[in-house]
């Protein structure tokens, strides 16, 4: 069997493969535990352009009986026959950049619920600062964005904000979609 190589997956890759249900994460994997200060460290280190470490898939066509959806979203099963990436390493980073991306609302074993649509990008932050907050307490509103609102909110929307920060919200948005995640996928592999 040829050894598994690292190999780089694109951001839309990753998010289309998580939407369209081809990344999934069994059952014996532990349930997600970031809070959501850990996972606006992931988005800043992404925004920054930092690596983040490798996510481990098992690439197969056999189904797992037992899986759990990505930050407890309900994901499409893929077809009959298709591959399927189970997540071996890697998934609490994966469920923390989905549900950031998202603006998912992930309920905790505990029944707490964190809104991760409350996650921003603090436009006045100078590049060795934390970029990418949870606490907007007591700032304007024309100084932060939502990353859900950097992503997809649109030209209008981004428009909206002081031209000083225009630059700041090209280059940001351009980071994260180009943004290349570091991936190695086993394949032809028993599960034991």
Not at 44 to 72: A, M, V
Not at 88 to 102: E, H, I
């Amino acid at each position: 069997m040829k050894l598994p190589e690292p190999q780089g997956k694109p951001f839309t890759a990753l998010i289309s493969g998580i939407e369209t249900g081809q990344i999934k994460i069994p059952q014996f994997q532990r349930e997600f535990v970031w809070d959501l200060r850990k996972c606006a460290s992931l988005m800043d280190s992404i925004i920054k352009g930092y690596p983040i470490g490798t996510l481990i898939f098992w690439r197969t066509k056999e189904r797992l009986r037992s899986i759990k959806n990505i930050g407890g979203c309900e994901l499409p099963e893929p077809d009959e026959g298709d591959f399927v990436e189970f997540v071996l390493d890697g998934q609490q980073r994966l469920t923390a950049l989905f549900a950031s991306l998202k603006a998912l609302d992930v309920k905790r074993v505990t029944g707490k619920v964190d809104r991760f649509a409350d996650m921003y990008v603090d436009l006045e932050a100078e590049e060795s600062e934390q970029v990418v907050t949870t606490d907007i307490s007591g700032r304007d509103g024309s100084s932060v964005i939502r990353i859900s609102d950097l992503l997809y909110g649109g030209l209008s929307l981004l428009a909206g904000y002081p031209k000083e920060y225009h630059s700041k919200l090209e280059q940001y948005q351009t980071r994260i979609n180009s943004y290349t995640y570091s991936t190695i996928e086993i394949k032809e592999a028993p599960i034991d």
